[in-house]
DNA sequence: TAAAACAAATAAATCGTTTTAGCATAATTA
DNA sequence: TAATTATGCTAAAACGATTTATTTGTTTTA
């Protein structure tokens, strides 16, 4: 177990100041003046004992840590998965190492969660918040640190958000399930005063009452655990026998749909039309493929990290807040068509 | 933006030495005999003015970050998403955060990545280990850091590793096969030196020869994009059609397999039957349901974290190596049925 | 030729903690 | 009563970097 090597092992060996050494290593050898000679003698010694700054010495003294903290619901969901990939792709790249955390929408877990990354001094914070956290995403802001919302926004609070189109695209759907003849059509979301689901829901019933239909909402409550999901949901299907069609929320609400629809051998689109939000797997494999919305994940994480990678750099770029508000597509398969009678 | 408080300001606010704020802080108040009185007064004003310590002055006084590093192949990956929320749940509760990345596989990207967690000071690793990562692993644990690898192993690195019975898995599902009636039985897989490949290859190979039939293996290159699963995969299948099952031994092979089927209009059981490695929902939810060899994925994240947990308390556990392997269970779904004709 | 400017490097302060070693004063022992 | 031991607290060093302010010669300038 060697002892790691620090500056000042490196200027004793050189008999140099350790300041030169620093100056060297961070690149300031020319404003500083230094002979080309004792650069060149530093780097190659450097590079020769593999030294390596102590970046906890580093970020006490400069402040910056080079981390990003991310904050998804559930990095289990394959939809916050992918995101947290691609941004840990492209935050790596630029030289920024990533934390991250599950919130599980729990407010008081988030507010831990905010102050521990705190606590570690994290530059930037991307965040898919929860609900009732304004006032902490607020403090943060005020404090200067960079902070991008995904997923959702808080309306009260002037910050960055990337997020979709989420009424449109629930309108859309909806639309596109009364064009196929549909008109019982319920909508089966998490109980929830977040933006996107707010979005969803005003989507959706814009649709139905454009058309003079019956708008018939079932809200779950948010639950890591499944049985807890799909146990309202057997008894609203159960209890609606005259549904056409179900237009589910979130990917995790539509994968229990389908599970319940398993369950009780109920068929798509012949005994019940079926619409999700997300597009992944489950539903393009399925049989029969479900009709997805499909959110453009690598477009969402590339402005999450170029907005945040902005603020980073200048500090100024905090001033004027950008929301950007993504298209989603509506893939359509089968299990959205009127059976061909 | 309000500066901080550091452990001085409450030094100079109480008038106190910022040396009894420190023990006072961390719980040495009794053993350092300081006055119950002057403990009430600091723990008192402490909360009121909601001072938190610095953690990267601590950390470099200390020389522990209280951070683990997980490093999966990809966070993307439900099976490595799955354990990685389990990691995080039981890691946060100890008072330690992660901080992760996709090693992709790539032995020269991991071993950036080792470098820079090296640099960042995390306290222990979870890693699942590429290939050709032997010298650096080992140079980790020479070192004193606390590592424990998952999913796999390294065969001449002694180390603690939690990982699934592979050979018995593929073993036992391709036996299943036979019984079913099967005798074209392919395992399609990563190209792979890993040992759960090997272990999965092998089991795979016993169980054909045990009954004297053909083994039929095709390796994929391991691959982010899909397409360049799918094509090999693809011309697999056209190449063999006599091929009356297929293994396949990974859950993104599997779903990529599922995908070539339904383009080929191949169904399972019928035309071929399935297995794959790994269980989730696209596998429970398939039409038919695919029959899958699931993984005990929570079993292996309290492993995983136990035993890291255990080294980090107690330097001297690292000298016993453990190893432990879990059972899988084959969740026999109509997929690998033989169609009652 | 004295003053100013420059070149090349460094000493010391700093970031915010923990920890070691030590200092008064009061109480106990012998 | 002098020596010892407790008690309650603190000064200063250390962790390993960056940054500010300074030093010491050497050239230019006027």
Redesign the pocket.
Same mark, same amino acid.
């Given at each position: 177990m060697k =002892? +790691? !090597?620090? %500056?000042? &092992? %490196?200027?004793n060996a050189l #008999?140099?100041? =350790?300041?030169? @050494?620093?100056?060297i290593? #961070?690149g $300031?050898a020319q404003e =500083? $003046? @230094?002979?080309g &000679?004792?650069?060149k003698k530093v780097m190659e010694y450097v590079a020769e004992v593999g030294? =390596?700054? #102590?970046?906890?010495? +580093?970020s !006490? $003294?400069?402040?910056k840590s080079n981390t990003i903290g991310l904050m998804v619901e559930d990095i289990s969901n394959p939809f916050f998965a992918s995101i947290a990939r691609l941004i840990e792709d492209r935050a790596y790249k630029n030289g920024y190492k990533i934390i991250y955390c599950s919130t599980d929408n729990d407010t008081q877990k988030t507010r831990d969660l905010i102050s521990m990354f705190r606590e570690r001094h994290v530059d930037g914070y991307i965040i898919a918040p929860p609900e009732g956290i304004e006032e902490d995403i607020e403090s943060l802001i005020n404090d200067g640190m960079p902070v991008v919302l995904f997923d959702r926004h808080l309306p009260n609070v002037a910050t960055d958000f990337i997020e979709v189109d989420n009424l449109f695209s629930t309108y859309n759907a909806t639309r596109h399930l009364i064009d196929q003849g549909f008109r019982n059509i319920a909508l089966v979301t998490f109980a929830s005063q977040q933006t996107q689901m707010l979005d969803r829901v005003r989507g959706y019933q814009d649709a139905i009452t454009s058309k003079g239909l019956k708008a018939i909402i079932k809200e779950i409550a948010f639950h890591q655990d499944e049985e807890l999901i799909m146990n309202p949901l057997r008894d609203f299907m159960k209890g609606n026998p005259d549904l056409d069609a179900i237009l589910f929320g979130t990917n995790h609400i539509g994968t229990c749909g389908l599970k319940v629809m398993k369950e009780l051998d109920k068929k798509a689109p012949t005994d019940l039309a079926i619409i999700s939000f997300d597009d992944y797997d489950v539903f393009k494999l399925h049989s029969p493929p479900i009709t997805a919305i499909a959110q453009p994940v690598e477009e969402i994480a590339d402005y999450v990290i170029n907005v945040l990678l902005d603020k980073l750099n200048d500090r100024s770029a905090s001033l004027r807040s950008r929301s950007v508000i993504l298209r989603t597509d509506l893939k359509i398969r089968s299990s959205s068509l009127k059976s061909s009678v």
């Open positions: =002892k +790691k !090597l620090s %500056i000042v &092992d %490196i200027a #008999n140099v100041s =350790k300041t030169t @050494i620093s100056f290593l #961070n $300031r =500083k $003046r @230094i002979s &000679d004792l650069v030294y =390596k700054a #102590n970046s906890l010495a +580093k !006490l $003294r400069t402040g």
